[in-house]
């Protein structure tokens, strides 16, 4: 490891493999004064690592953290020594070529089985591509608990292998099966049956002996219900102190009028000790959930797998509640065995728990039995490349040409074969899915060849790459907008869900109809042509599922309440903030495009669009939403009090302006701060990005009544 070499960590979840890696990374800082990269899947992951590497400060080693959004090249990143990425922010990265790269020396892949993972392993099977090629004398380390065919990993990457099955804090594995857990050592353990519902029985029983849990199920939807149905068999485990100091924390995350439903409804929860965890909550309420999950005053946590790898958790039983998640087209299906390990694996980690405990729970003795040999006592499945993919191929070839990475046939071959797929299949394998990828992206303008033949970007495949959409995107957008002269909300909103950029909301077959209707009603304002695929039988599903998801988004720019599209619409709590979240920034992208194809005059249009997007609003309310600590509560109600527009609250005394229902003095006087007006320093008080993290009294209070007015 201190020479310098490329080494593998295949060793048991907890098990300290960070330090090795950090010994790996202050040695390269120190010596050879060069940067480290360690990179991560997870948000939460690249939080709590980049929390543990600031402890090298007074060393004067400095760490930054990237997970954010797309599009701009980090600024601190360059002073800093240790470089926390998530593998997509890495890549986005990459092709921006930041000036320090070459000074990179060092990358830890964390949950480097991650390659594996359809949607994400591509992206970091190219990334560790892209590094290798740019700086070939790098030394890689790659850690993982869960890879049987770790051989295959290290040869990939000329590494050494070291594995071992040693683990610091006993963890066992068994299964819940008529009020008895056993474990696979044949050992077992009696749970009192006393409520309905088995979890509710295993979480007493952790909860009795002072312990903490975590839950995991298999979507968002079922993390929100099933930490609700949790709340009544905590909240008598809850002193009245900590209830205090919870409340101080949740109202952080739950301030202001306009905040999602389910941010409300997690600070609500997180009172009776009980939240959910998934990847649609904000970054201020994942720490805050997880700080006071570490500090013992929350005693449930019901996440889905996007706290299942790395993470650091006094969780001293774990609760795999799903072993099945819903696949498209596939229907129900049980995980795989890997992410079954990851989660049991939270379970007994040395700064928390003398020993840790993770349990399935079975219905019938068939069950048992599944769950038992398929889960407990299996060995995780061999990881394979998940290369292989039209549009994954597509995509990053487009980053590597646009970051003048590869000009022509042999470097893209070449790039290929640094990557797993090559070691494990044969490169010629996906070689067609590289020739037709090429032929797509020049087909698509995306691509150009000069006289000497070299493939470089277009002004448009530059854009694409650096936006970080799909190439496919790129080209709908550029398509469409060169034909449209103005466009209807709808009609954009339809055209940025048939991108495959944005997630979209499936419609059953009840609502075909009702689907089908709208359509009708609507057909004027489409921009995409939708003839054919209303012909198209296959894709026919899809459509509507554009269609209902465009006009879910419609609703909400034309004020409708959150909670009344998320029962119409039947989607989870915290998922229309989902798509609305990616409809934003596909908006944002397709005015890029018109800018680049030189559809200027579509951009003032498209950014109005964008504000109401974001904010949820009528275009009436553009110029009120403008303003900090306003969204689209505080902007309805000063519309309908008769404050129309800046000019008016310009005009108007910050007295009249406090006694508008929602605002209140402090963010009155923010508003006539904001206008000009030297006001008391309450002013600067409101937060600078939204009304979403306001916290003041006065809004509170008057939040209830509007729940009420709202209801
Ligand atoms: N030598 C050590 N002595 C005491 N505690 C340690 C030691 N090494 C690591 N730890 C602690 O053990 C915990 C687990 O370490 P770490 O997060 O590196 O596990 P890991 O091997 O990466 O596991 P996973 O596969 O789950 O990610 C951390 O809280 C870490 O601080
Ligand atoms: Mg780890």
Redesign the pocket.
């Known amino acids: 490891m201190l020479d310098g070499k490329n080494l593998v960590l295949a ?9 090795v890696s950090e010994i790996c990374m202050l040695k390269a800082i120190l010596e050879r004064k060069v940067k480290a990269v360690y990179l991560v899947p997870l948000k939460s992951l690249a939080r709590e690592k980049y929390d ?1 590497f600031r402890k090298y400060e007074k060393l004067g080693i400095l760490t930054a953290m990237s997970v954010g959004d797309y599009d701009s090249p980090g600024a601190k990143l360059s002073d800093a020594d240790i470089l926390v990425l998530t593998t997509e922010r890495a890549d986005s990265l990459i092709c921006h070529k930041p000036e320090w790269i070459d000074d990179i020396g060092v990358v830890v892949v ?2 480097v089985h991650l390659v594996n993972d359809p949607s994400r392993g591509p992206t970091l099977e190219m990334v560790i591509a892209k590094i290798t090629q740019m700086l070939p004398n790098i030394q890689l380390i790659a ?4 890879i049987p065919n770790a051989e295959d990993i290290a040869a990939w990457l000329k590494a050494e292998l070291v594995r071992s099955s040693w683990r ?1 804090v006993p963890l066992s594995e068994g299964v819940l099966f008529e009020s008895k857990i056993r474990f696979s050592n044949g050992s077992s353990r009696p749970i009192r049956h006393a409520r309905g519902e088995e979890l509710a029985d295993l979480v007493c029983d952790t909860l009795d002996e002072n312990g903490q849990v975590l839950v995991f199920v298999s979507s968002r939807r079922s993390a929100v219900s099933v930490a609700n149905r949790t709340v009544p068999i905590v909240r008598p485990y809850i002193s009245r102190s900590s209830m205090e100091t919870i409340s101080q924390a949740s109202g952080r995350i739950a301030g202001g009028p306009s905040a999602p439903e389910a941010s409300k409804v997690l600070a609500k929860m997180m009172q009776a000790g009980v939240a959910f965890h998934h990847a649609g909550l904000t970054g201020p309420e994942r720490t805050t959930v997880e700080d006071c999950f570490k500090g013992n005053l929350l005693k449930v946590i019901v996440a889905t797998p996007t706290l299942a ?4 958790l006094p969780a001293r039983r774990v609760v795999i509640r799903d072993y099945r998640r819903y696949e498209e087209e596939r229907g129900n299906q049980p995980i795989p065995v890997l992410e079954y390990k ?1 989660m049991a ?2 379970a007994g ?4 728990d003398q020993y840790g405990e993770a349990v399935l729970v079975a219905r019938t003795e068939e069950e048992y039995d599944f769950l038992m040999d398929h889960y407990v006592s299996s060995e995780p499945e061999e990881i394979r490349s998940k290369l292989a993919s039209e549009s994954a191929i597509r995509f990053h070839l487009l980053s590597s040409i646009a970051g003048e990475m590869t000009h022509n046939r042999e470097e893209i071959d070449r790039l290929m074969d640094g990557t797993f797929f090559s070691y494990q299949f044969n490169r010629w394998e996906i070689d067609h899915y590289i020739s037709s990828a090429l032929d797509f992206l020049e087909e698509g303008r995306l691509v150009g060849r000069s006289k000497n033949d070299e493939l470089y970007a277009t002004g448009l495949g530059e854009r694409a790459a650096k936006l970080y959409i799909d190439p496919e995107t790129a080209i709908l957008f550029r398509d469409a907008l060169s034909e449209v002269e103005a466009f209807h909300p709808l009609g954009m909103l339809h055209l940025i869900c048939s991108t495959p950029d944005q997630p979209l909301t499936h419609a059953s077959q009840a609502e075909t109809e009702d689907c089908e209707v709208f359509i009708g009603d609507h057909e004027g304002e489409f921009i995409v042509d939708i003839s054919e695929q209303m012909d198209d039988y296959e894709e026919y599903p899809r459509f509507l599922a554009q269609v209902k998801t465009a006009r879910m988004l419609n609703d909400w720019i034309s004020e409708r309440t959150e909670r009344s599209i998320t029962e119409d619409y039947d989607v989870g709590m915290g998922d229309v903030h989902r798509y609305i979240e990616a409809a934003d920034w596909l908006i944002h992208a397709a005015s890029e495009v018109a800018r680049v194809t030189g559809r200027s005059q579509l951009i003032p249009s498209l950014h109005a669009l964008q504000v109401r997007v974001k904010n949820g609003v009528l275009p009436e309310l553009l110029e009120l939403v403008g303003l900090r600590g306003v969204g689209r509560v505080r902007g309805r109600m000063l519309f309908n009090h008769g404050l129309r527009t800046l000019s008016d609250l310009y005009r108007a005394p910050v007295e009249e302006i406090a006694r508008v229902p929602a605002i209140g003095l402090t963010i009155a006087e923010s508003i006539k701060h904001q206008l000009g007006f030297e006001t008391s320093d309450a002013g600067d008080k409101v937060p600078a990005t939204s009304e979403r993290d306001d916290q003041s009294a006065s809004a509170q209070t008057l939040l209830e009544e509007f729940e009420d007015e709202d209801s």
């Not at 060793?11 to 330090?19: M, W």
């Not at 790898?309 to 650091?312: D, F, L």
């Not at 980690?349 to 928390?352: D, S, V």
């Open positions: 060793v048991p979840t907890s098990s300290g493999k960070t330090l543990e964390d949950e850690l993982s608990a869960t610091p790898a790395g993470i650091n990851q694996g939270r980690r040395p700064k928390y």
